[in-house]
């Protein structure tokens, strides 16, 4: 997970395509022997920028993948997207360049915070424990971040044309990582023998389709899920994968 931190964190700087510096640099304090109320004051003037910059990226990213997940990266307009964000469309091009440009980060944001419940994954973690673990990541991502999801699913349905490179390189060696670990259980006894990568793929199809197919989840339920229904539908994976798992009779 710490290479790809470390890749998918650049997004908001170097992904992104913003040439810009975070902030100006923090100027030096007067004198030695200024007053801890001088100090405090240029103190609170040199964190100010970067907060403000990290909240209207903040903000940039939450709107545009509302935005994403309901017209697609083709559907989209800068326009629409700072119309969406409350901000004059020149901050998105001062933050994030293009819209190619926030459209990745945007995806490399989504991807980072699913595969961040992926770390329970580890040798010493109890097989049951890491999966439920895991499992609840996904399915709490799916319900208070549903659009997340659309995005991400759409981008996979026309060929991961703007995430491929990390699919192709980052996903694939946590996927490598965390399938050691699972052959390691395997091999322990800890349980049952399951091929790790499918493992994975199942995993993902069945936490991201509550989101992704959520109209026709709707339309054969009678209603939507809501809470009580999503827990639920956590119960039965978290069931299902175990029991497959061997972890529970």
């Known amino acids: 997970m710490a290479v790809l931190s470390k890749r998918l964190g650049k997004a908001t700087d170097l992904e992104l395509g913003s040439s810009h510096p975070s902030s100006p640099p923090a100027p030096l304090l007067k004198e030695r022997g200024a007053s801890s109320r001088d100090a405090s004051a240029e103190a609170s003037r040199a964190v100010k920028p970067g907060r403000i910059r990290q909240e209207q990226e903040h903000t940039i990213l939450q709107a545009a993948e509302q935005v ?57 973690a109890a097989p049951a424990d890491a999966l439920r673990q895991y499992i609840r990541h996904k399915m709490q991502l799916t319900a208070e971040r549903p659009d997340a999801s659309r995005v991400f699913a759409n981008e996979m349905l026309h060929g991961a044309v703007h995430i491929g490179d990390i699919l192709r390189t980052d996903l694939r060696a946590l996927v490598k990582r965390k399938s050691r670990v699972i052959e390691g259980w395997i091999s322990a006894g800890q349980m049952a023998s399951v091929d790790p990568m499918h493992l994975f793929f199942s995993l993902w199809a069945m936490t991201q389709t509550y989101a992704d197919f959520e109209s026709q989840i709707t339309a054969v339920a009678g209603a939507p899920l809501g809470a009580r229904g999503m827990r639920r539908a956590q119960e039965h994976v978290e069931s299902f994968v175990l029991r497959a798992c061997g972890l529970v009779s």
């Open 68 to 124: 994403f997940a309901r017209a697609g990266f083709a559907g989209s307009s800068m326009s629409e997207l700072a119309q969406a964000a409350g901000l004059p469309k020149s901050t998105l091009h001062y933050y994030f360049g293009t819209k190619e440009a926030l459209y990745r980060a945007v995806l490399a944001n989504i991807l980072a915070l699913w595969l961040e419940g992926a770390e329970a994954i580890q040798p010493e």
